[in-house]
Structure formats: structure tokens, C-alpha cells
């Protein structure tokens, strides 16, 4: 995003150590930290006061290029940070109190670790001195994200508090990227030092990502690729973290070769081309399993095997292939399949350079086989595995929602996010992203409550575009108060909600594994959807009819377009309707339920 002259200026200012004057400016821990953010370029902050960030928070009411959104849990702010970063490519940034703010915005924090999403959140922390007496709202915060951080810092002393920063925005934002945690006692925040500027560069000996590949493991990848009888390219949400799209398009262009998608992945090739298979793993096609089973050689580029993708490894590795991985992590590599060909680095760096290599080379695939692999491709496709009951008039089908919203908005200014459940996988299956960072979802962690923050932080940073949010009718409930946010900061987003009156996912897995016992998945008691988006200053619509689908999404669009409110859409959809394909839990991928027949 751009910074307006201002914020340009007050950035600039605040990086600046040559002036005169701020060497001998005497500044409060909680004006460096706003200097520091005005450094970063950071314009939004999501948050909620309390005893040990008012420093901060008063910090913060004395500048105007930083906006704070005050969000009505410690969860939202993390999530709509997280949503901010997964739609832009910056580090999103939340602040919380000490004590339960802290714990209530671990979920968040473990959703963007598990997705690999850059972020700093500043937690606030009883003083220095108080810190291990068991002080009013005291956490160990070190201790509690540490597992689900990159890195986290405590700052004991106001003059490491900038160059503390400084590492926390350097390693949210580079190698794999993740959150970073800078808990600050609040007398760190009140304390005075002296000002010289934020720091320019900063140097961890500790900390040096790989950026370059091995040439001579890309050479070998190359040859490997070049002579495949059955080649195919799958790609994770690496791909887009890494900003590699572009690359991977022309890579796939060139060679000519089938290219598959995680969930996390969906964008970076365009789903509307006949090279993409659709999403793979355990709700993915039959075309994109089959070809990840049968192919000869497999490259895979930012994605780490996960058991949602390859499913029973022992069946996964029971066919022999060749595989080249390219990650930033070495951590990931060979994790949970042996691979053949390792090369660590940053996948933009590592494709252009085998780009490069495939210009140079007069060597070309093997078109005979290539033609072959196809043919064989297109047999599976045929089977149409998406396919569902289009023609039924009486219930809404979840799919014909997902689908009719992306027929309305295809090659437009669109985001789409989610929360968990089978709403998510239908909107993966049915919405065919073309673009990247347009699809935004808890993947790796599967967390529930994320749609609506992650809405209202992309139209704050995306203002012109259409976000709509996918949800449940569960989903949505772990949340719903940020309705009141959307409402004061006028980020008026279209909720969709498929609303089948249970715990879609539980449901499905409790009619296939548990012999239709329903334990705990039916929603006995649900609100009144429409009267609570209204309660909450916005307009709601509870729509029954499948002819009315299509003319709902258009009149939310309008509403929202016109006049600026959130638009909650109460789609009562079929209870009956379970995702496929699906690839039960122990099961290889190519061991799908393609519908209700199977089971």
C-alpha cells in the first residue's frame, strides 16, 4: 500500500538519525514504539486497551497516521491483522493488554504461525518488578507462544526497544515468514531514553535465511523435469507468500505441464486455464489426487506434504516418482516424504533461475509422452467430480451459492474469505481463483471465527474492492460482535452465510464414521440472523428460495455499494449435503467417496 505525504514524511522522520535534534530528544518507550511503527509503514493497527498499553494507547492518540481499530476481542485483532497480511503481502500488526488479552489472542497467533503469516503483535506486560510475583493480569507470554511464534521478544530496558523492533518486522517478514511477539512491561513503556533514530539495518547472527538456491540442485531439477513422462507441478501457499505467481505462471506456460494447488496455494495459477487440475488432497479433485499419485516426477514449490494433501504417506509412497521440493525452510524438507532433489531458498529466486536454465537449454519435454499424460488427465476429469444436483428447485444447495457468486463476480475486484467447516470447502471447490492472495482462509490450524475479522481487515487496506465472507452459521457466532466494528469503521463487507443448522463438517464425519450419531453437531437454538445484523446497525436477509440465490447476492452488492452497510445473508441451505470428493482419514488420495454411492 502507498503511505500518503504525511505518513511518508513522519515515516521518514522517524527512521532519521541524522538530525540534530532527535539526538538529544528524550523519549517514552511508548512514543519510540509508535516512531518505530511510523518506520515501518504501518497505517493500520488492530487492537483493545487496557492497564498496561495506556502508555501506548496515549501514545497513539497523539499522531494521526497510524488508525487503530478498535476490535471487541483480543481474537479479532489478531485475525484481522492476519487477514490484512494475507491480502496485501505486509506485516500485519495487533496490539493487546497484558494477562487475558495476551491469552485471548493466542488462537489468532497460532492461526498465522500455522499459515506462515508475517505479523507483529505488541502484548503489553505487568512492570519489570512485578514480573514472576503473580501480579494483577500477569501471563507468561514468552512462555505460552512460544510454540506458536517465529521468535518472540521481552523487552526489559526502553533503550533495546527499537533495535527490538526492528528484529521483530525483519523476521515476521523474511525467510518462512510468521508472527513475532514483543511483550512490553509497562514501565518500559513510561521510561525515558534518548532518541536517535530508528535503525536503518539490523544484523542477527543468529538468523540468516537462505535466499539463493543450489544451481547445481536446480540444474539437476531441470534435467529431471525435462525428461518426465508424467510431470506435474504442485504448489503450496509458499508460492504466494513468497510473491513467486508470476514465475510459476511462466514456468507452468513453458513446460506445458499440469499444475495442482493446496488450499492455501488457490490463485497462483488461474483456476480458469486448462493446465490447473483444481485443488488436491482430501476435498480435492479426482483429476488433481490422481495425477499427484500416478505422476513420474513431482515438483512441489512451497508446500510441505501435509497429511490433508497426500493423505496415508505409506500409499502416497507406494508408487515410485521422482520429487524435486523447493522451500525457504530446510525444515520442511523431506518432514514427512523423502524427496530427491532438495533445494532450499526463496522460491521467486529458485524459479526465475530455473526459468532461466529451461532459455538456455535446448532441451525440451517429451511431447509423445506429455500428450499421453494428458490423455490420461482428461479421462479423470470426465468423471466431473464436482458434480451436484443443479437442477433442484425446492432447497438451496451450498454449491449453487458459492458458484452463482462467482459467476457474478468473476474477473472482478473480489476477495473471499472463509471460516472452517464445509462451507470452506465448497467455496475452494466452487470459486475459481484466477488471482492470487484473493482467497483468504485458516488453513494449516482449521480455525473457526476467522471469516469476519479477516473481512474487515482487508476492506480497510482494500476499500474499493468487494469482500465477501463465506461462513456457517457456527462459524459466524465466534465472532459476531465484530459486526459492531464493521459498522464503526464503516468496512462494509456481504456475509454468506450457509446456514444448514448443524456443525456442517461434524455432521458429515459423524453420518460416515459414526453411523449417523449425531453427538452435539444440531444447532437447537439459533438467532434470528436478519434482526441481529440489524440490531447491529446493518440490513439482513433470510433467504429460502433457490430462485432468489442470484437476486440476493446482486441486492447485497448493492446495498453494500450504495449505502456502506454490511449485508448478512441467511442462506438456508440443504442439511443433507455433505463435500466430496473426500478422502476419509487413513486413506491414500486416489481412495475418494465421490457421493452418497460410495459411502
Known sequence: MELSKSQAAQAADASSSSASADQTLELMGAEILVKALQAEGVQYLWGYPGGAVLYIYDALYKQDTIQHVLVRHEQAAVHAADGFARATGEVGVALVTSGPGLTNAVTGIATAYTDSIPMVIISGQVPTGAIGQDAFQECDTVGITRPVVKHNFLVKDVRDLAITLKKAFHVARSGRPGPVVVDIPKDVSFKKTTWTGYPRDVEMRSYNPVKKGHSGQIRKALQLLLSAKRPYIYTGGGVLLGNACQELRTLVDMLGYPVTHTLMGLGAYPASDKKYLGMLGMHGTMEANNAMQHCDVLLAVGARFDDRVIGNPKHFLSVERKIIHIDVDPSVISKRVRVDIPIVGDVKEVLTELIAM?????????????????????????????????????????????????????????????????????????????????????????????????????????????????????????????????????????????????????????????????????????????????????????????????????????????????????????????????????????????????L
Open 358 to 598: 529451461i532459455k538456455e537449454t535446448t532441451q525440451r519435454p517429451d511431447a509423445g509422452a506429455l500428450a499421453a499424460w494428458w490423455d490420461q488427465i482428461e479421462s479423470w476429469r470426465g468423471r466431473n467430480c464436482l458434480q451436484y444436483d443443479r437442477s433442484n428447485t425446492k432447497v438451496i444447495k451450498p454449491q449453487a451459492v458459492v458458484e452463482t457468486l462467482w459467476n457474478m463476480t468473476k474477473g472482478q475486484d473480489v476477495y473471499i474469505t472463509s471460516d472452517v467447516g464445509q462451507h470452506q470447502m465448497w467455496a475452494a471447490q466452487y470459486y475459481r481463483f484466477d488471482e492470487p492472495r484473493r482467497w483468504i482462509n485458516s488453513g494449516g490450524l482449521g480455525t473457526m471465527g476467522v471469516g469476519l475479522p479477516y473481512a474487515m481487515g482487508i476492506k480497510l487496506a482494500r476499500p474499493d474492492a468487494e469482500v465477501f465472507c463465506i461462513t456457517g452459521e457456527g462459524s459466524i457466532q465466534m465472532n459476531i460482535q465484530e459486526l459492531a466494528t464493521c459498522f464503526q469503521y464503516k468496512t462494509p463487507v456481504v456475509i454468506c452465510a450457509l446456514n444448514n443448522r448443524f456443525l456442517g463438517m461434524v455432521r458429515q464425519w459423524q453420518e460416515i464414521e459414526y453411523a449417523g450419531r449425531y453427538s452435539h453437531s444440531y444447532m437447537d437454538s439459533l438467532p434470528d440472523f436478519v434482526k441481529l445484523a440489524e440490531a447491529y446497525g446493518h440490513t439482513g436477509m433470510k433467504i429460502e428460495d433457490p430462485a432468489k440465490v442470484e437476486w440476493a447476492l446482486q441486492e447485497a452488492r448493492r446495498i453494500v455499494r450504495e449505502e456502506g452497510k454490511t449485508v448478512f445473508l441467511d442462506f438456508r441451505t440443504d442439511p443433507t449435503e455433505n463435500v466430496f470428493p473426500m478422502v476419509q482419514a487413513g486413506k491414500g488420495i486416489t481412495e475418494m467417496l465421490l457421493g452418497k454411492d460410495d
